[in-house]
């Protein structure tokens, strides 16, 4: 059966047990802040996880930026859909050989020549083409964020926690989300030159 957003803003709303809303556009508070939200939040869970239904590949051609032999200098552009890379290798494959590369904004910088396969998580914004975990990972989400400002009780910021960690628990558990990449952990971590846990 085909879900819309109001269907997984309302879900969210039946976790801090709220009543339903007929739009995301309505002019009630539940509305409003479930709008305010909605777009961010699943932009965010699907960054912070190598989501399995969301890994795309694309062959991208680069230039040659001329800075010269054994540094970054091939430049390519990621496609407009991408979240974020998964780490480089020389065939593409999520086990392979990492290669050397570096993001800046929508820009990838590699030593390797074009052209190059990469592998993405990609901005799916249909939720009929979401893995149904990811779905209920995005509803306790969405429930964590308005849960405070919507009901004001403790109780149910508890409760829409506990519901977001039994739902990225059941993902993993599941599969849903690509576990290979920890295998690059360190190589993307130095890449975009911070210490951030690498999901997935």
């Known amino acids: 059966m085909a879900i819309t957003p109001v269907d997984v803003a309302n879900m969210a709303l039946a976790t801090l047990d709220e009543a339903p809303i007929d739009s995301l556009d309505q002019d009630i508070k539940a509305a409003r802040l479930l709008n305010l ?13 190598a989501w399995v239904f969301a890994i795309l590949r694309a062959s991208v051609v ?3 930026t ?35 590369w570096r993001q800046e904004a929508d820009i990838i910088y590699s030593d390797q020549t074009s052209p190059r396969v990469i592998r993405y998580v990609a901005n799916l914004t249909d939720p009929n083409d979401w893995d149904a975990l990811f779905t209920d990972v995005l509803v306790a989400a969405l429930a964590v964020k308005v849960a405070h400002p919507l009901t004001h009780k403790a109780g149910m910021i508890d409760v829409a926690r506990a519901a977001y960690d039994r739902a990225v628990d059941a993902a993993v558990n599941a599969q849903a989300i690509q576990r290979a990449g920890r295998l690059n952990l360190s190589a993307w971590s130095t890449q975009r030159g911070d210490n951030r846990l690498w999901r997935g």
């Open 66 to 100: 001329g800075s010269g032999d054994c540094t970054l200098n091939w430049a390519y552009e990621l496609p407009a859909d991408c979240l974020r890379p998964l780490p480089l290798t020389y065939d593409g494959e999520p086990n392979g050989v990492p290669i050397s």
């Open 62 to 64: 680069g230039s040659d």
């Open 37 to 49: 939200h909605y777009d961010l939040t699943r932009e965010a869970e699907l960054t912070k996880y």
